[in-house]
C-alpha cells in the first residue's frame, strides 16, 4: 500500500491498478541518461508530482532517446528494430496505457526540413497518439535555451526559438497546455543562473575519460576554448524543467490529474476536438 502512495518512475514501469501514466517523448535533452538516475528529469518530476498529488500513484514512462527526431521515431525502419519504428517497439508493444504525454520535439530539428513540415510531423505524433490511447491528454514542451555567453557556437538560440513558435502555436490550435521550457531557461539566464548545460562531450572524454555533467572540472578548463558548449541539460536545468513541467500541469489540473478512462469535461480542457470521443481501450497502434 506504501507503494501506491507514492509516484513511481522507470523507462518501463508496470502501472499499478489506478495509476495516472505520464509519458516523456523527445531526445537525450529529455532522458537525460546521462545524469545520475535520481537527477533524470522524469524522476525529479516524479519526486515533486508525488509531494503536490497525496494519494495519487504516477507512473512515468520515459520513451526518449538520444538523437531523435518526430520524422524518424515514427517512421525509420531499422534491422535492430527488427523492421519496426520505434514508436511502434517502444511505445505501443511497450506501453500499454498513456494518460498524459509530454511531447518535446525540436533540438534535432534538420534544417533541410521546413518549419511547415516540422509542424506537420508534430501534428502526425499528436494524432498518432490520439488515435492509439483514446482519451490521452497532450501537453506540448518547448526546449532549452543557452547561454549565448558561454555556449556559444551552434545554431543560436533565435533559430531554435523559430521552431518552437510552431510548438507554441499547435498548443495554442489544438488548445493543448503547454510548457515553455525555453521561456524558462532565458528568464534564468537574463537573472544571471546561466549554468544549465553539460560540459562539452570531446573535451571531457579527451581530458577526463568521461562526460563532465558539472561544474567539478571548471577551475582547470573554463579558459579553454569550447568547454562550456554542449546543449544538454545538467542537474540544474533538469531540476527546472520538471518544476516548469510541474507547474503546467497544476494549473491545468489542481486536484488531481487525469486518467484517459475520465470524461475530460470533469478533469481540464479537452485535449483537442474529437479526441475522446472513442471509448478508452488499449493501443490499436495499427
Not at 516524479?46 to 538523437?67: D, F, M, T, W
Not at 553539460?198 to 577551475?219: C, M, P, T, W, Y
Not at 545538467?234 to 520538471?242: E, F, H, K, Q, S
Request: overall charge neutral.
Amino acid at each position: 500500500m506504501l507503494a501506491l502512495a507514492v509516484a513511481g518512475c522507470s523507462r518501463r514501469p508496470d502501472a499499478p491498478p489506478g495509476a495516472v501514466v505520464i509519458a516523456h517523448f523527445g531526445d537525450s535533452t529529455c532522458s537525460t541518461d546521462y545524469l545520475p538516475p535520481s537527477s533524470h528529469v522524469d524522476q525529479v518530476l516524479n519526486a515533486r508530482l508525488a509531494e503536490h498529488y497525496r494519494g495519487q500513484p504516477v507512473v512515468n514512462v520515459n520513451v526518449c532517446k538520444s538523437g531523435d527526431y518526430v520524422f524518424r521515431f515514427m517512421h525509420e525502419r531499422r534491422l535492430w528494430l527488427l523492421w519496426r519504428t520505434r514508436y511502434e517497439r517502444d511505445v505501443c508493444r511497450s506501453v500499454p496505457r498513456i494518460d498524459i504525454a509530454l511531447v518535446r520535439y525540436g533540438d534535432n530539428y534538420r534544417k533541410e526540413v521546413s518549419l511547415d513540415a516540422f509542424e506537420s510531423e508534430l501534428e502526425e505524433l499528436c494524432d498518432r497518439l490520439l488515435h492509439d490511447y483514446p482519451g490521452i491528454r497532450i501537453v506540448l514542451e518547448t526546449n532549452a535555451y543557452v547561454d549565448p555567453a558561454h555556449n556559444a557556437g551552434g545554431r543560436p538560440n533565435e533559430e531554435y526559438d523559430r521552431v518552437y513558435e510552431i510548438v507554441r502555436r499547435v498548443a495554442r490550435a489544438r488548445r493543448y497546455p503547454l510548457v515553455d521550457v525555453f521561456a524558462r531557461f532565458r528568464r534564468e539566464v537574463s537573472a544571471g543562473n546561466w549554468d544549465l548545460c553539460i560540459r562539452n562531450a570531446k573535451l571531457s572524454h579527451e581530458r577526463f575519460g568521461r562526460q563532465i555533467v558539472d561544474d567539478s572540472e571548471d577551475a582547470a578548463m573554463a579558459a579553454v576554448p569550447h568547454w562550456f558548449r554542449n546543449r544538454h541539460p545538467n542537474v540544474r536545468a533538469a531540476a527546472l524543467t520538471a518544476d516548469e513541467e510541474l507547474n503546467t500541469l497544476v494549473a491545468t489540473w489542481p486536484d488531481r490529474l487525469p486518467t484517459a478512462r475520465e470524461d475530460p469535461s470533469r478533469s481540464g480542457p479537452r485535449a483537442h476536438p474529437g479526441a475522446t470521443a472513442v471509448p478508452p481501450r488499449r493501443p490499436a497502434c495499427g
